[in-house]
């Protein structure tokens, strides 16, 4: 069964205390990782897209890396502004039809100043 | 350029009562995707349509729920009748799909449903 899941659950860290959090999936026809950013009532924001094992992406503070079984969201030195629910989602779908994204619980991030 | 829009953003209405909820995509994009957010399941794929046509119904939960798309610029989400299980934040999110497959989807800011 196709599965995503996010570790830790919810992290509180200090305003400049580099952390990661972490996104593990099984899946098969596996197409793409996407990193959203979510605010209390408000909709997924979307962050990163990443293809294949060994890409990086960096927005910011972010940093989104990719192996064959996970994929990270480093922050580094973090600010209150990044308190936020993290998600992440894999993208499946086979050969030229759409596919659709399975999403984990997510990571909620919490910085104090 | 406008984003996903959705109405109304809360909605509250008494069990039994027939709940409809709309979606106007980004233009120019040519999926459509309804999803559900709990605390318990998270956010979960209810529907997608590709050009207008759904493509796959396999998370919609029963036969209470339906769920349109006339056209490329608008969608509905239907529940009838509603339960008080049914109440969730309903997003809405729309990509386009084609050659480069990107993929990335683009989400509204949801409705909020509270069925009494």
């Known amino acids: 069964e196709d599965q995503v899941t996010q570790s830790p659950e919810a992290l509180r860290l200090q305003e400049g205390e580099s952390s990661s959090l972490n996104c593990s999936y099984t899946?098969?026809?596996?197409?793409?990782l996407f990193w959203y950013r979510q605010d209390p009532g408000k909709g997924p924001e979307f962050l990163f897209t990443?293809?294949?094992a060994g890409e990086e992406k960096e927005k910011e503070r972010l940093k989104a890396t990719l192996t064959k079984k996970e994929s990270f969201l480093h922050i580094t030195a973090p600010k209150p502004e990044d308190s936020a629910t993290y998600l992440c989602?894999?993208?499946?779908?086979?050969?030229?039809?759409?596919?659709?994204?399975?999403f984990g619980k997510g990571t909620k991030l919490s910085v104090k100043p | 350029d406008a984003g996903v829009i959705q109405s109304p953003r809360h909605e509250v209405t008494e069990m039994g009562q027939e709940v409809t909820l709309r979606c106007k995509p980004i233009?120019?994009?040519?999926?459509l995707f309804w999803y559900r957010q709990t605390m318990m399941r998270g956010l979960e794929l209810l529907i997608y349509?590709?050009?207008?046509?759904?493509?796959?119904d396999s998370g919609m939960p029963e036969d209470r729920f339906s769920a349109k798309m006339p056209n490329a610029s608008f969608s509905t989400l239907k529940i009838q009748p509603s339960e008080p299980r049914d109440s969730a934040v309903y997003f809405c999110?729309?990509?386009?799909?084609?050659?480069?497959?990107?993929?990335?989807?683009?989400f509204g800011p949801g409705t909020r449903l509270t069925v009494l």
């Open positions: 999110a729309s990509s386009r799909w084609g050659r480069e497959l990107t993929d990335t989807q683009y």
């Open positions: 989602a894999v993208l499946r779908g086979y050969g030229g039809s759409q596919g659709n994204l399975i």
């Open positions: 899946v098969s026809g596996l197409r793409g």
């Open positions: 233009s120019g994009h040519n999926s």
């Open positions: 349509f590709n050009n207008n046509v759904p493509i796959d």
């Open positions: 990443l293809y294949s």
